[in-house]
């Protein structure tokens, strides 16, 4: 199969089709094309499809690889992509030489190639201030893109897959790597959902993100024989329950959620944190994650759960399923 998707689509590769797979055999994508076409974006999308990504590969191990692939691969390894390209010596000089190593009795094995404009590339090398890899003379970049789209066009033209990335923006990448390489038909691999409780005092937890304060709620801490107790414990709950903005608050937060995580699953984000704060991370944020976790348990998210605060105190476990 070959699909060239160099003109510009209605919708970034949704004129490409998903290969037709034999599951019999692991799964090999091999990524190449021009640098700085996004390589490294779509290597980044199959890992998160589950594939064990290669970067770099040098051309002698390529090819060592393509002779003999079970030999190198463990038995529970189904998917794998190897990006390829000009940055290895070698690559440019005969780019489709390592292809006769290929032995498709072993592998199912897809060729996408990647490739953009020579001024969106221009433009690509000026942001990132990197050199390219076959640069050379006064205009080292432009005479490096033009030196490369030539030394690679045997290439693209045994490509299964072709993709003009130029007007795509790197979530539009994905998502058509998602689409075409993913199990699930709509977002790719499922979003996992930390709840994360903490305590204001000890700052906002690393990587949330979205922030929740629930210091607003009645605080047992001033409860003397509420103090000892975590938001875990039904005394913590029963006491928030009998503040009628804590039903309102769940209720908000989990129809927040329920219109939110469908949306940055379809982004293709494999996970997201959500953390909910109180003052100390001990009462209202643990019981507050512990009663949203179960409102949304029906809904088909995975689920973590980690009360960051009560781990300072050894009270429990850092994070659970």
């Known amino acids: 199969m070959s699909v060239d998707s160099s003109a510009e689509p209605p919708a970034p590769g949704d004129d490409a089709r998903p290969p037709e797979r034999d599951d019999a055999r692991p ?125 690679l066009a045997a290439l693209r033209g045994v490509a299964d897959l072709v993709f003009d990335t130029g007007s795509w923006t790197v979530h539009e990448l994905r998502r058509t790597l998602h689409r075409l390489f993913g199990d699930a038909p709509e977002g790719g691999r499922d979003l996992t959902v930390s709840l994360v409780s903490f305590g204001f005092k000890h700052g906002l937890p690393r990587g949330s993100d979205l922030v929740f304060d629930v210091r607003f709620l009645g605080n047992p801490y001033f409860v003397p024989e509420l103090r000892p107790l975590t938001g875990c414990d039904a005394p913590i709950q029963d006491f928030l329950d009998a503040q009628p903005d804590f039903a309102a608050l769940l209720d908000q937060l989990a129809e927040l959620l ?55 105190a050894g009270a429990l476990p850092a994070a659970r399923a």
């Open 27 to 151: 799964h090999l994508v091999l990524i190449t094309g021009l640098s700085g076409s996004g390589k490294s974006v779509a290597a980044a999308a199959l890992e998160d499809l589950g594939y064990h990504c290669v970067d770099n590969l040098p051309v002698s191990l390529l090819r060592t690889f393509l002779r003999d692939p079970l030999g190198h691969l463990d038995a529970r390894v189904q998917r794998v992509a190897i990006v390829a390209d000009a940055r290895a010596p070698g690559f440019a000089d005969a780019p489709t030489r390592w292809l006769d190593d290929l032995d498709r009795t072993q592998l199912d094995v897809t060729l996408v190639f990647l490739e953009a404009d020579e001024h969106v590339l221009v433009r690509r090398y000026s942001e990132s201030r990197r050199s390219h890899p076959l640069g050379e003379g006064e205009r080292p970049v432009i005479e490096g893109i033009r030196r490369e789209r030539v030394a």
């Open 258 to 312: 329920r219109f939110l995580l469908p949306r940055y699953r379809s982004e293709n984000r494999s996970y997201l944190t959500v953390s909910i704060g109180c003052t100390g991370g001990r009462h209202r944020s643990v019981a507050t994650c512990e009663r949203l976790a179960a409102h949304l348990a029906n809904d088909g998210w995975q689920l973590r759960i980690s009360h960051r605060d009560l781990e300072r």
